[in-house]
């Protein structure tokens, strides 16, 4: 069964760390390029970052540029975020998918994780 | 603040026809493919519609897409009380270089 599980949320104090983790199963990891999607309470979806295949290209929402950094392990079959300067309007379900493709831009996302939530409050 | 502009809303009966509009821009929808998903109550986003109209294995032949310039359109036909849900498009911004969503509209059945 393709499967993505996303873990690592949790409650942190405006200006702290978190680094989410979504483990992938059941199809080649290294053949897709991979996506942080999140979506804050009663709001809609919002694409946080995007990973090639080979880690060769990255992408950021502005939203986040300098705070956060995504990167995976192919050999582990996992995708990363490491969220870093937190803010309030961060605070956010995190959901990990999967692109249709090898690249980021341009992107379908067909595999979705059940999320991780983020809660950014002191 | 989205790109993409949907209605908050839309609601028919048992059967009949809803159609859900995304207005975009040339950067975005105009030169772009476009994506629809569904989002049902406390659960995950699942992909309906990719490249404007195509629709993934096991999706069924009542939802329909459709674009035209810069706005695109998602169909429901044969509408079931299942389908109460979220749906929300997506495309690539190449100005913004980010994959934008749209505003996101409840569909509810009468």
């Known amino acids: 069964e393709v499967q993505l599980v996303e873990s690592g949320g949790g409650l942190v104090q405006p200006g702290r760390s978190l680094r989410l983790s979504c483990a992938a199963s059941?199809?080649?990891?290294?053949?897709?390029?991979m996506h942080w999607v999140r979506q804050a309470p009663g709001k809609g979806l919002q694409w946080v970052s995007g990973?090639?295949?080979?880690?060769?290209?990255?992408g950021y929402a502005d939203s986040v540029k300098g705070r956060f950094t995504i990167s995976r392990d192919n050999a582990k079959n996992s995708l990363y975020l490491q969220m870093n300067s937190l803010r309030a309007e961060d605070t956010a379900l995190y959901y990990c998918?999967?692109?249709?493709?090898?690249?980021?831009?341009?992107?379908?996302?067909?595999?979705w994780g059940q999320g991780t939530m983020v809660t950014v409050s002191s | 603040q989205s790109v993409l502009t949907q209605p908050p809303s839309v609601s028919a009966a048992p059967g009949q026809k809803v159609t859900i509009s995304c207005s975009g821009s040339?950067?975005?929808?105009?030169?772009?493919?476009v994506s629809w998903y569904q989002q049902l109550p406390g659960t995950a986003p699942k992909l309906l519609i990719y490249?404007?109209?195509k629709r993934p294995s096991g999706i069924p032949d009542r939802f329909s897409g459709s674009k035209s310039g810069t706005s695109a359109t998602l169909g429901i036909t044969g509408l079931q009380t299942g389908d109460e849900a979220d749906y929300s498009c997506g495309t690539w911004d190449s100005s913004l270089s980010a994959e934008v969503f749209g505003t996101g509209t409840k569909v509810t059945v009468l």
């Open positions: 040339n950067s975005n929808i105009g030169n772009n493919y």
């Open positions: 490249d404007n109209n």
């Open positions: 998918a999967r692109d249709m493709g090898e690249y980021y831009g341009g992107d379908t996302f067909d595999i």
């Open positions: 990973i090639s295949y080979n880690s060769g290209s990255l």
């Open positions: 059941g199809f080649t990891f290294d053949d897709y390029a």
